[in-house]
């Protein structure tokens, strides 16, 4: 038996990886029967871990009790890196920080005086003026080349690219992660937010404007969140086009347990900005969003405050018909 993680040998009786640290849950058995359709809702699952196998699970399925609260999984210390997009990391650092080319300039003006002092020797020297031209050519070249080979970087429209990229690949794996059937997600749409993100660390997350007059990050997310009946089912992506870095973070959150969603907009950039919703446990979480998602995020706001209101009605009708019966 191997780790599904990781791909470390394990004991037939292990239950985590020695590794990686990552649970092992036995596949079920070939011959096990699959559950029988029906209207009824099957239980819902709580969220995957990283490094555990996602199990199936439907966005619309009923949440735990109350008292479990909102089970967040993807925090900080439990966010772990996998998969990485084949990117250039050296070339797309040169976009967002474009090397100096303070040394090959020097160069070039020396070698630029050199060719002309061997011009002006002409044969006067015998050897010494060819010598000091092909020499003052050779370094004006190679730094020439190497200027080139600093200013090789991407254009704004290839990273324009990457990032339609980061969004293409997110909406398949949001399924995968979330355990959710490829059938559940077409009926359930999901609603995808994307935007690039920021970090007062400037050694982690790099910005620039680009000849378009559009400003670019180093790091872009994407986000699905999945509507259930009693619970939101969150995804979200976050990649690093500088750095080998690539988080992803899932979450259940349950309407009754959201106490607010919060829009801040970027100072940077004006097509760009950042939603949070703030639970009753005091965690927080946060998405990206395009200028052109504006109206979607509005309409969470609003969906929100709806399911909210449904559940505060329901919890009390429970407990009118628990008073009825004492």
Known sequence: MHCPNCGTPIEPDGKFCPRCGAKVVEAPPAHAPMPAAGPAPAPRMPAPRPGEVPQPKAPSAPAMPSSSASKIFGSASQTAPVALFPYDIERNRRYFVPPSIFYEIVVICIAVLILLTGISMGGNNGALGPLLIIGSLIAGVLAGLSIRFKRDCPTDGEVDAMYEGISRIGSDEAVKKLGISPKEAQRVKPLAF?????????????????????????????????????????????????????????????????????????????????????????????????????????????????????????????????????
């Open 194 to 326: 994307s935007g690039k993100t920021w970090s007062d660390d400037p050694s982690r997350v790099f910005k620039r404007t680009g000849k378009d007059g559009v400003t670019r990050t180093s790091n872009y997310q994407v986000s699905f969140l999945y509507p259930g009946g009693e619970a939101l089912y969150c995804y979200a992506a976050s990649q690093s086009l500088t750095v080998r870095a690539r988080y992803v973070k899932t979450a259940d959150v349950f309407y009754e347990d959201v106490v607010d969603l919060s829009i801040t907009e970027t100072v940077f950039s004006s097509d760009t900005g950042f939603f949070t919703m703030h639970l009753s446990s005091g965690a927080s979480y946060e998405f990206a969003f395009g200028a052109s998602q504006r109206a979607s995020v509005e309409g969470l706001r609003t969906m929100l405050r709806e399911k909210k209101a449904e559940a505060g009605k329901l919890q009390r009708e429970q407990l009118k018909a628990i008073k009825a019966r004492m």
